[in-house]
C-alpha cells in the first residue's frame, strides 16, 4: 500500500565520511563554532542537560576546554540560579561588585561557612551597612587553625588587616599584591573604601591556564541552561543570572502548545533561545523564525527509550541533515544531541549540518559528572540516567516528555532507562579524544573550519559487511585505546 512506500533514514553506522582531496592538517583544522548569534565556543561540543551529566562542575569543566554545559532543571529554581552563579564567577579575574559574595560582621561564622559553599567561594570580604569593608573571611578549609567557634561572629574571625586596591587596579598589579601579601583575593574599593568588586588568584590563573575556554565579554565562562517548555519563571530568573543560552527542553518540540510557549519564553529574555528536540523538515520550519537555535534528536540517545517506547523517531544523520537544510536557509544553528559513542559519530553528525553536537552518555562517566563512582565486580562506573526514566521523572523531569505526575498509585510512563556508564576520569582527556577525532575528520574530507564541513563533506552507505569492517576484527584488543571500545 502506499502507506509503506516510506523514505529511508540513517543514522551513524549507516553512513561514513567519503576521503577527499586535502590539504587541512588535523591539528590546523579549526573546530570553532557558533551555536546562536551570541554563543561561540571554541569547540563544538556541548553537555547534555541531565541530572547525571550537567551541574555546575561539569559545566565549568567544559566551558574551559572551550565546549558549553547545559544545567538540567531537576533542581529547583533557586538552585540553577546558584548554579549558573557559580559558573559565572569561577575564572572572573575582576569580579564585579554586584557578584561578589559578602559577609556582614554579625553573621555567625556558621552561615557565613554555608553560604561560601553555596557560592562555590573560598573567601568573602567583609562589608558594614554602608559597604564599606572591613574585613576579609576565608573558608573553614583554611581557617581550622584559629581559634573561633562556628557560633562566633564574624567580626571574631575575619582578618582585619585587609589588603584592598583601588577598583581600577590592573590585574598585574593585583597580582602582585596577591604575591608579595602570600593572599588569595584583593577586595576592589572606591575612594570612600566602599566594596567595588574583588579580585582572585584563582580567576587570575585559571585564565592563563584556560586559553581557549568559551567565555563572554566579561571574560567569565559561558553556559546554557535547560528549561522546560513552560517554565517561563525560570527561564526569566536563569536570564537575569547571566545564563547565555537558554534550551527549550523537551523531548517533542514540535508539539504546537511548546512552539507557542516558546515563543512567547523568547519574547521575555535577552539570553539566546535554543530550542529542541525536534528530528524533521516541517518542525525546523516552524521553529526557524523565532528561534535562535535548534537542537535535534528524537530517539537516539544511549539512555533513551522513546523508539521502543512510543513507535516514534527518526534516525539521527537523517534527522540532523533534514534540519540543517531549512535551518541553514535561515542561518539559524543546529545542534545534533543524542546516539554519539565514537568521536566518529560526532563528525558524522557535523558533517550532515550540526554546528555542534551534545552529548550524555559520553561525559557521564567523567570526574566532574555529579554522582559518584561505583564499583561492579572490580570495575568502577557512575551512575547514568535518562531524564525520562522512572528515577529522573520522580525527581521533577517529566515535562520534558510533556507528561503529567501521575495520579496516586498509577505509574510512569518511563521513555528512558537508568543506567552505569564505565569511570573515565577527567572531563579534559576525554574531550581531547573527542576533538581530536573530528579535527582528523576534517583532515579526511579537506575541511578547514566547521562551517566548511558541514558543507563540502559528502557521505557513502555502509552495507554491515563495510560496517564491521570498520571496527577492530578478526583480532583480540590486548591493550585499550583512549578513544575505542568494543561494541
Ligand atoms: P547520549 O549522548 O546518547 O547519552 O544521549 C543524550 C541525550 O539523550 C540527551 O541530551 C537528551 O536529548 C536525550 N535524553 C535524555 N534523557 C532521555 C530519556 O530518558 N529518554 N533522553
Not at 320 to 334: I, L
Request: hydrophobic share 40%; aromatic share 4%; charged share 30%.
Amino acid at each position: 500500500s502506499e502507506k509503506l512506500e516510506v523514505p529511508e533514514a540513517l543514522t551513524f553506522d549507516d553512513v561514513l565520511l567519503r576521503p577527499s582531496e586535502s590539504r587541512v592538517e588535523p591539528d590546523e583544522a579549526d573546530v570553532s563554532t557558533r551555536i546562536s548569534p551570541n554563543v561561540e565556543l571554541n569547540v563544538p561540543v556541548l553537555s547534555a542537560a541531565m541530572d547525571t551529566v550537567t551541574e555546575s562542575g561539569l559545566a565549568i569543566a567544559l566551558a574551559r576546554e572551550g565546549g558549553l554545559g547545559v544545567l538540567h532543571r531537576n533542581m529547583d529554581v533557586e538552585e540553577a540560579v546558584a548554579a549558573i552563579e557559580r559558573v559565572k564567577r569561577a575564572d572572573e579575574m575582576k569580579i564585579r561588585r554586584e557578584n561578589v559574595v559578602t559577609a556582614s560582621p554579625e553573621q555567625t561564622v556558621k552561615e557565613v561557612d554555608r553560604m561560601m559553599d553555596r557560592a562555590g567561594v573560598g573567601g568573602a570580604p567583609v562589608v558594614d551597612d554602608e559597604d564599606r569593608v572591613l574585613g576579609i573571611i576565608s573558608g573553614t578549609d583554611i581557617r581550622p587553625y584559629l581559634e573561633v567557634g562556628e557560633h562566633d561572629e564574624v567580626r571574631e574571625a575575619m582578618t582585619d588587616e585587609v589588603i584592598t586596591a583601588d577598583e581600577e587596579v590592573p590585574p598585574r598589579d593585583a597580582l602582585e599584591l596577591m604575591y608579595e601579601h602570600k593572599i588569595e583575593r584583593v577586595p576592589l574599593v572606591d575612594d570612600e573604601n566602599r566594596l567595588a568588586g574583588l579580585v582572585t588568584m584563582q580567576g587570575i590563573l585559571a585564565r592563563r591556564e584556560h586559553e581557549d575556554a568559551a567565555r563572554d565579554e566579561d571574560g567569565r565562562l559561558l553556559v546554557g541552561v535547560a528549561v522546560g517548555p513552560f517554565e517561563t519563571d525560570r527561564a526569566v530568573a536563569a536570564d537575569e543570572a547571566g545564563a547565555d543560552a537558554l534550551f527549550i527542553d523537551t523531548a517533542h518540540a514540535h508539539n504546537l502548545n511548546v512552539v507557542e510557549s516558546a515563543r512567547d519564553i523568547k519574547e521575555q529574555v535577552d539570553a539566546d533561545v535554543i530550542v529542541g528536540n525536534i528530528g524533521t523538515r516541517e518542525a525546523a520550519e516552524d521553529l526557524v523564525d523565532f528561534a535562535d537555535g535548534l537542537k535535534v534528536g528524537i530517539g537516539p540517545g544511549s539512555i533513551c527509550t522513546t523508539r521502543v517506547v512510543t513507535g516514534a523517531g527518526m534516525p539521527q544523520v537523517t534527522a540532523v541533515s533534514q534540519v540543517a537544510d531549512v535551518a541553514a536557509e535561515h542561518d539559524v544553528p543546529v545542534i545534533a544531541d543524542g546516539g554519539i559513542r565514537y568521536s566518529g559519530d560526532a563528525a558524522k553528525a557535523i558533517a550532515a549540518g550540526a554546528d555542534a553536537v551534545m552529548l550524555g552518555s559520553y561525559f557521564s562517566g567523567t570526574d566532574e559528572a555529579p554522582g559518584r563512582v561505583i564499583t561492579i565486580q572490580g570495575k568502577k562506573y557512575k551512575q547514568y540516567r535518562g531524564m525520562g526514566s522512572v528515577g529522573a521523572m520522580q525527581s521533577g523531569g517529566g515535562e520534558r516528555y510533556l507528561k503529567e505526575e501521575p495520579e496516586e498509585g498509577e505509574e510512569y510512563v518511563p521513555e528512558g532507562v537508568e543506567a552505569a556508564t564505565p569511570y573515565k576520569g577527567s572531563l579534559a582527556s576525554e574531550l581531547h579524544q573527542l576533538v581530536g577525532g573530528i579535527q582528523s575528520g576534517m583532515g579526511y574530507v579537506g575541511a578547514e573550519t566547521i562551517p566548511e564541513f558541514k558543507t563540502d563533506a559528502r557521505f557513502v552507505r555502509v552495507s554491515q559487511a563495510g560496517q564491521q569492517e570498520g571496527h577492530p576484527h578478526d583480532v583480540m584488543i590486548t591493550d585499550e585505546a583512549p578513544n575505542y571500545k568494543p561494541q
